[in-house]
């Protein structure tokens, strides 16, 4: 898998939930994934996207990921740590409920990270709830999130339900 500007041989990567105890990251070797969800629905599908990204990795080195909820986001200090994650991060998702909009905090959240990313390439990953149909709050978010991974030099994809239950899942260049 071609990722920001990288080849993944993505068999032998070892998951690892990142944490002090852990041997330090390896830019170039080890891949690291932040996600940031809206709850624990928003969550399944950030599951099986962490999933995919694991069984396509085969370089040796490790598969490093983080986890922060939207809630967690509104306490300034936790919010500006995980914007210093993400800003490494060679992949970030977030799951979130359509209907909803993008939560001011998580905006902000954004706005740091993609202030401290220096043109680092990555991809954005929104993982939009299967539950609910297109809405113009959707668009406006997805949008929003488009907009967010250009100026960050990143690539953007969008997983979303279509009508019947069937995912669909866009790349938007």
Known sequence: MWVGG???NFLRMKLVLKSPNEAPFEPGKDFSVVIACED??????ACEVLELIE??????????YQWWNFEVLTVDSL????AVEAATADIIILGLHEGRGLPPEVSEWMKRWLGLRQNRPGALVALLDAGLKRTAAAEQILTHLRTAAEFGHMEFFTTRAREGGDSEVARWA
Not at 40 to 45: F, K, L, R, V
Not at 55 to 64: A, H, N, Q, S, V
Not at 79 to 82: G, P, S
């Open 55 to 64: 069984e396509r990795i085969t370089d040796e080195g490790r598969l490093f």
């Open 6 to 8: 990288r080849w993944f």
């Open 79 to 82: 919010r500006e740590l995980a």
């Open 40 to 45: 624990s629905a928003t969550a399944a599908p």
